[in-house]
């Protein structure tokens, strides 16, 4: 375990807990949706964590989102649900909320407001840090450039995992998206460098987080795994501030901890729904299918907190699950998360009808990163070569295809019938793989030269000379169709 | 001038109401509480206004004190810009710190540096606006020419000597007035010249697919529609690296932190291969990435033209590249939202079709008014929400530029790049920039550009009838229409940025490579004309002409010129 280092000069001074006797203000003049006016209030700020206090004991929590001279209008987290304009005491934190951080929380199964759902004790830490973050200052990022393995061939041989990177991935309702986060989440390596996992469930059922938690019982075991549940039935605005929580967290394990942190949001369309109907609360102007104008600045606060800085050793991998409605790339979710992300991982419907896992789409993904993160030295010199070589052969697979579906298989040139063949021996071979399989990268490289080298060695023009020749596995009667020079 | 100073009465978000100011006007800049956060001022009523944040404000307060600058938001212009990484504001980002406090941020010139200048201009001198009084050596590669403003003209009264100097010293007195090295400009405002020229020479961005088929010309505009993952950003990093202008000023508007990092290790490493001088020292990058405030986005893409402004004023050609426009439509929509301003199309202002065009006006071949030729040439993205190419943004776009290159999600997911679809891109520069090579000789520019766009148009209309009736159907001056052209894309128009010897190519070796796709086109065609049988052409091992793009150097022309000879002779043994 490395030991957090002093607290960065640059970020600053944090706010602490509740001042001890904080004034309360009980003239609560309206009540409409999850938002009360405050009156009479004096030196509150913009954005200020607020706890409601109502008649009947119960606790709520909520933020300053419009100051008035002495009005202030505070958005309930947990809603207004049962709030009456009599005996409500709103009493102001000082500051915009924030979060304890410290490697405590490794190990943890929290809720989606970090309150502990396991039998530990509450976590506490010396300092807090404001959960909405401080942009990185892109003038000290440095590029991502070294991968993270995950065990699973499509995305480590195809579609490479690189630290500092965000990489969601696209799934539609009823495939198995959260079973493969998890299996990421569990099986994800940096060769041996200090890591944790960070996952935060954002609106998923109950049977998926119970089947998540089990999952990643092992890793947070071993104090490498943090994990926040926010479930369907929880409130809604609590959705919003669950990913911040994390986030937070992650930063802090990466960025002054040392340590390489990956960070899982499944799924971030529950997310963007609860802003939707948080905005709609709010009367703000919706733009397309009714999401507010900043759902794209909104997704890239939470996503451009992944990165890599100069002078710090650790990283923020980010991987957002989102389900698409309707399986429509084009739906405002997916389309502006793929605008923010440097890549995608596709699942597709028919790859999982014939039984493929992960039903990976080869067609849509892509790791844009991958070329700084894989070859010589990082992974294996002939990876990229490789994985271009595999990616564009599909594509002509795929054109074969269409056309055999129109003058059937037989009647199709004899290059396109071996790409039939070809694509058919990939998603067996190399892109199936079993929900508790982890590959090494070396393992998955050879499976794809196996596969690839069905084809004669004159098809395979994206790959050099020298590449071919150490890598390609002529077969008997190879001659016929090409050889390597 | 006293200055007017007043109290926040409401903070909702980046909108902050004051009261108390007399004497602001629309537009001014003002800071706004405790930590003197830059905001600009929205609307006016008696004895208060509205005003914009550039900077997030959780934890403001009502009563906190507000105070005018009596400027509008400005640009500080200055040598030092150049090798530089600034916020959408023009406030410098390499000396910052890790994470980006509010509030913390300074000007865009190290008020400290001493610059060696030198004068051109003797006291007693007569000088009109925009004459150059004297030189900086900003970097290795662009000296920094110090104007007469441009509303100034008559006696030099004092100029100084050879020496160092910061920039707000003054390095001469012009009709009573002191110069110094920088000074400030309002980034909403063009910075005038003396007239607009006809353009003619073309942009080199030694990208092929740009430069053979769908090329511009200096001082033009130019639009990458694309969705994501169709390589935007990529194309037009290309292009910034690549391109034969004197200053780029790169722009990375509600953009990837990590692409920019990528981007500026690159400006660092790698040299001009004209002037031999790290990219770096040509280069000017504004940064907003899309977590940075959404403000400052909308500022940035006026604070890139008028920083090219500045350099055309010098004599230079500068290219702004804004990546990408679509997010700087939204951050208009969304403080348009913010003021309860009533949406058109889509939730955006009215006037964004009247923004847009006023942006890209700002791009042309210019007279000076200290008589240079220059020019600003202005590159935009255009992210359309869900590939939608009819959404407000890309439909009005499309409208003013004059060069669309269209990249097409089918091309990028068969790994194809530049993605630059030939069916949806187009060029209005093309016959310019076809006298322009005639003029220097290259006479056959143009006839080979329509060759090769034929031998596209053709290929696509073969390959859809051979959907239906299946490839063997087909006449075989089809089905060599079909290879030629798979070698066209796959040798001349598919462009590597990685490899070294394909990232940038040199015109010449442009045009040997497409003239080897056409020769081979010609002589396939002639030998199936002779009888040869087609699957024997189709045999033929073509995969060199693939490769030959990324095996020679980037001007080794006679290599080409040798395997044009030897697979001539090859297809020559078939008949």
Partial sequence: MTAARKPDEDRGEDPVELPPQPIEYSSTTSIRGPLIVVEGVEGIGWNEVAEIRLANGEVRHGVVLDVHLDHAIVEVLEGTAGMRLDGVRTAFGGGPMSVPVTEDWLGRVCDGRGEPLDEGPPILGSRRREITGTPINPAVRIPPSEPIITGISAIDGLATLVRGQKLPIFSVGGLPHLELA???AVQADVAGEPFAVVFAALGVTHADAASVRQTLEARAGEREAVLFINTADDPVVERLMTPRLALTVAEHLAFECDRHVLVLLADVTNYAEALRQVSAARGEVPTRRGYPGYLYSDLASLFERAGRMRDRAGSVTLVPVLTMPAGDITHPVPDLTG????????LAKDLHARGVYPPLDLMGSLSRLMRRGTGAHLTREDHPELSDQLYALTARALQAAELAEIVGADALPAADQRLLTFRATLEREFLSQGQEEARTLETTLDLGWQVASQLPAAELTMVSRQTLAARYRAKEGDAAHGHVR | MELSAGTITRVNGPIV????MRRLGVGELVTVGSRRLPGEVLSLASGGATVQVYEDTSGLRPGEAIAATGHPLSAELGPGLLGGVFDGMLRRLQDAGSWLEPGTLAGALDPERRWRFTPSVRAGEDVGPHRVLGTVPETDAITYRVLVPHELAGKVEMIADEGEFTVGEAIATVAGREITLAHRWPVRRPRPAAGRLRSGRPLVTG???????????HGSTAAVPGGFGTGKTLLLQQIAKWCDADVIVYVGCGERGNELAELLEDFAELEDP?????LMERTVTIVNTSNMPLLAREASIYTGVTVAEHYRDMGYDAVVIADSTSRWAEALRESAARTDELPAEEGYPPELSSTLAAFYERAGRFRTLGGEEASVTILGAVSPPGGDLAEPVTAHTRRFVRTVWSLDRQLAYARHHPAISWTDSSSRDAEAVAAWEAAEGNAGWAGR???????????????????LTGVESLPAAER??????????????????LSLNDRNCAPSKQAALLALVLEVHRAL?????QGTAIERIEALDLSDVARIRDECAPDDVDAIARLQADIQGRIGQLG
């Fill in chain 2, 17 to 20: 109401e004051v009261a108390g």
């Fill in chain 2, 207 to 217: 990208q092929r697919a740009v430069d053979l088929l769908f090329p511009l010309c």
């Fill in chain 1, 182 to 184: 998890a299996q990421i």
């Fill in chain 1, 339 to 346: 605008y923010i992300t440097e890549g995608q991982l596709v």
């Fill in chain 2, 274 to 278: 004209r002037s031999g001088h790290r």
């Fill in chain 2, 480 to 497: 060599v229409t079909l290879i030629s052209a798979m070698l066209l894309r796959e040798g001349v128009l598919q462009q590597s940025a």
């Fill in chain 2, 449 to 467: 550009r329509r060759e090769a766009l034929q031998l596209l148009f053709d290929a696509e209309r073969i390959a859809s009838v051979a959907q």
């Fill in chain 2, 525 to 529: 065609l002639a030998s199936a004309g």
